[in-house]
């Protein structure tokens, strides 16, 4: 490598690590409204748990991830946007069982895609890569979501418990994204 070469990729490295460590605390403030956002949508979508009980799984969420492991704030975006992203894939199948108010579901897969676009420009921009193993446990939980719904025919009670769920990753997922600041 030339020594140009060499000053040319520090400047980008810096370059890189300025942008995002001027936007890290603004990027929180967005991500924890919007999982505000995404929590009171669901919220909203009415559901008995009554007589669900036999239904219930442990989808075995990663440890890390309940743990709130502390990651590298690129990390924190990859997990963020992973969530987000199976997240929106869930909810766009079979919820006809379910009864809930479409105006809302189409709100909340409204505001995933938009962090996730918006999370997915700030990768570009940094040129992130990650080959990490938590991006492969989380693939493989929401796979076992995936699978459960398909194996209860999506029924009411499997929506509900799969809900209930997806609330608490948020709730893990806010205690994450808090490790953007500082
Ligand atoms: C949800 O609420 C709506 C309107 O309030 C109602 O028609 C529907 O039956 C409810 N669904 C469930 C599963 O409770
Ligand atoms: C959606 O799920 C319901 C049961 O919850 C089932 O009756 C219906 O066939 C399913 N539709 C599709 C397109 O899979
Ligand atoms: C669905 O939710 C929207 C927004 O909260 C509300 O305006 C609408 O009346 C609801 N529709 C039904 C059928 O409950
Ligand atoms: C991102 O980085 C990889 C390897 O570090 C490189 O091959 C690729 O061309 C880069 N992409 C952009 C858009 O800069």
Redesign the pocket.
Known sequence: MTSRCILQTALLVYFCTTVLAMNYDLLQFQLSSSSVECQELLLQLNGTSKGCLKDRMNFKIPEEIKKSQQFQKEDIIWITLEMFGKTSDIFRR?L??TGWNETIVEDLLATLHRQKEHLEGIMEEGNFTWDHRTLLHLKRYYLRIVQYLKAK???TCAWTIVQAEILRGFFFLDKLTGYLLN
């Open positions: 079979n006809s069982s025919k999506y029924s």
